[in-house]
């Protein structure tokens, strides 16, 4: 009796957090819609009503699969993915539409990801090379002739018929789960050094290596290696591992610093965005200042940010257009909509959104501890490393910690591929917690 009423209050917590959710996101769409038209429309909060309806779908279906999971986690996806979508709206209301159409196919896969697995998601050590390889395989889609795309300088996107997405999304979340079976399975041998042990490891991750290193996507090559070595520390806790892969890692990106003008150009971006003098523009084929051309998009972002202040301008009052009506930041929606956020919610809000991603690291990091088996342990960790590094890197590129890469920002970033990616990451900590708290009651 009292665990299952536990078990309910769980799900209660969590239908409360969705509540104000909901609430909340209804106060932005009122927000940006009076700032763009001056009144209040039942159009501007249909998406809200939509949006609570489906999360209380998304609710419902943990509520029968997996009664026991964190009660934080989905109501800090439901948070993000309301900002997220709140923004896109005042940018675009055409990209929201789209947005939230992937939001409902992100769901429909969090749900299905629960029925599926719902009685042991264990099963899935079972497939590890099958996901290894499918992982290379995704992350070399965007490669094949006549379905691969070139946006923004890196080859990341794949073109059905009406269909545009990032397989890598997706390839991420297959690595995770092979390198969490296998560095499982191997964990207690890696240490004596046995080739046959190393192999299929390295085979795996450094297939996915080259795949990223061709594409041109230094961003997605840091995320994928960074994912490496944290499930590697975490299985088998040797700092010379770690620092070992890290000079590797370092060797290489000198070497394709070298190799790659893409991935120059961002890092001469990154540490010399402004120039007092005229410098070649490869996007012109003349003389011009550097944040007139190739570092156009960083500076802008910078001064979207700087205008915010404290405070913001406020939904819907920002300056993302020119007298011509043409945008300051090129893929605003996309890359850049941290910058949207900072400029219209302030340092303050900014730092507020931050700190939600923050919780749900928290959050995720709590699951890996509380698991009772090396397989859940690291796939948790895996998950949770992966979501905040993501974060990290897009809001270092536009803050200039990092060199700027093309990433998404996770649940709040225009793109359909990252959403549905982010709400599997969502399913697999819920399904390890469930597991977690109930063989912990039991």
Not at 373 to 393: E, H, I, R
Request: glycine share 12%; aromatic share 12%; hydrophobic share 50%.
């Amino acid at each position: 009796m009292g665990a299952d009423a536990l078990s309910l209050s769980y799900r209660n917590r969590e239908l409360a957090y969705l509540v104000a959710v909901g609430v909340i996101t209804a106060i932005g769409f009122a927000s940006v819609y009076i700032s763009r038209k001056s009144h209040v429309s039942a159009a501007s909060l249909t998406y809200a009503l939509l949006f609570f309806a489906l999360y209380l779908v998304a609710h419902v279906v943990a509520r029968w699969t997996v009664p026991n999971a964190d009660p934080y986690l989905l109501p800090l996806a439901g948070l993000l993915t309301a900002i997220g979508l709140t923004e896109i709206y005042r940018l675009g209301p055409s990209n929201a539409l789209k947005q939230g159409l992937w939001v409902i196919i992100g769901v429909a896969v969090f749900a299905v990801a629960l029925l599926a697995l719902r009685h042991d998601y264990r099963v899935l050590e079972n497939y590890k090379y099958l996901f290894g390889l499918g992982a290379i395989g995704l992350l070399f889609m965007p490669l094949l002739p006549g379905i691969g795309q070139t946006v923004n300088g890196a080859r990341l996107w794949v073109h059905v018929g009406g269909l545009q997405f990032q397989p890598g999304e997706l390839g991420k979340i297959a690595l995770i789960v092979f390198l969490a079976a296998y560095l499982r399975e191997k964990r207690e041998v890696l240490a004596q050094g046995r080739v046959k042990d190393w192999g299929p490891l390295l085979v795996i991750w450094g297939g996915a290596m080259l795949v990223l290193f061709a594409t041109d996507d230094l961003g997605s090559a840091l995320l994928y290696y960074g994912i490496f070595l944290a499930i590697l520390y975490v299985a088998t806790a040797r700092i010379a591992f770690v620092a070992a892969f890290v000079g590797l890692f370092l060797v290489g990106a000198v070497a394709v610093y070298q190799g790659t003008p893409h991935v120059r150009e961002r890092v001469v971006n990154w540490i010399h965005p402004w120039t007092t003098h005229k410098v070649f523009c490869p996007l012109t084929g003349t003389m011009t200042l550097r944040q007139d051309c190739t570092s156009y998009q960083e500076v802008q972002s910078l001064y979207s940010i700087a205008h915010g202040g404290y405070g913001g301008t406020g939904l819907g009052a920002g300056t993302f257009t020119n007298t011509q009506g043409h945008p300051l930041i090129p893929y605003l929606s996309t890359d850049f909509i941290y910058s949207a956020l900072a400029q219209e919610l302030g340092l303050i809000g900014a730092a507020a959104l931050l700190l939600v991603y923050m919780v749900f690291v928290l959050r995720g990091f709590r699951v890996s501890l509380g698991a009772d088996d090396g397989f859940s342990k690291l796939l948790a960790a895996g998950l949770t490393f992966g979501f905040a590094l993501q974060t990290f890197v897009i809001v270092g590129g536009i803050l200039r910690v990092i060199p700027l890469t093309g990433i998404t920002l996770p649940f709040v970033s225009y793109g359909g591929s990252s959403v549905v990616a982010n709400f599997l990451v969502v399913a697999g900590l819920m399904l390890v917690s469930h597991r977690a708290n109930s063989v912990g009651r039991g």
